[in-house]
């Protein structure tokens, strides 16, 4: 089964704006940027994608992310998060109603193409699917086949929000690199752990350099 991936980004001004302590606004956008461009290449290299969608309105992010291989297109919605994915996948499926869609977060530095690929294979399996992410709270993936609705639930508690929704929890282990969103500094310490990206390894040492 191939996926399609629809991955949402925020302005990058206003992305990630839980690590201002840790990089600053100057650094920050930065970051970011680093994040989906590191997350975009490992998802493209997965031989379980057969594409990846990125919804986002910031024209620089557009630019790189494209050259990596993405299909870009604008957060028509403007209306959060939910929204962007929701148009994401409708855009997706307005092509091809068949596809299999999976949304994925922006900030998954360390993302691995074959760990990524036990998780999608593994979601295969259900209607919907999803993973939790590190901290065990939030979600890094969500997914559904083909004539099932994406319906994200993303946001506070939203492990919780889509198990109730009536999505699988995926229980894998070995996948941590898809689990290692980053919002915090405690987080991006975890993702370097793992083994980041060469952009956000750059991204990174520009931020120890300042420090």
């Known amino acids: 089964m191939q996926w399609t991936l ?17 990089a600053g606004d100057g650094l920050r956008p930065g970051l970011a940027l680093a994040f989906a461009q590191d997350t975009v290449a490992a998802a493209v290299a997965c031989p379980a994608v057969r594409d990846v969608a990125v919804v986002t309105d910031d024209v620089l992010a557009r630019r790189e992310l494209a050259a990596l291989g993405a299909r870009v297109m604008p957060d028509e919605p403007g209306a959060g998060l939910n929204a962007a994915l ?9 092509g091809r109603p068949e596809a299999c869609v999976a949304a994925l977060n922006a900030d998954l530095p360390a993302l691995r193409p074959l760990e990524l690929a036990r998780v999608l294979d593994g979601a295969a399996l259900f209607p919907r699917a999803f993973l939790a992410d590190a901290a065990g709270i939030g979600t890094t993936l969500l997914t559904a086949v083909a004539g099932t609705e994406l319906s994200p639930a993303f946001g506070m508690d939203s492990r919780a929000r889509h198990a109730v929704s009536g999505a699988v929890e995926l229980a894998l282990d070995g996948v941590d690199s898809v689990r290692q969103d980053v919002d915090t500094g405690q987080d991006l310490r975890a993702a370097l752990a793992l083994g980041v990206g060469a952009r956000t390894a750059k991204a990174a040492a520009r931020l120890l350099i300042a420090d």
């Open 6 to 22: 629809v991955i949402p980004l925020k302005p990058l001004e206003r992305a990630k704006s839980r690590l201002a302590a840790t």
């Open 86 to 94: 929701r148009h994401g996948a409708a855009a997706v499926r307005a």
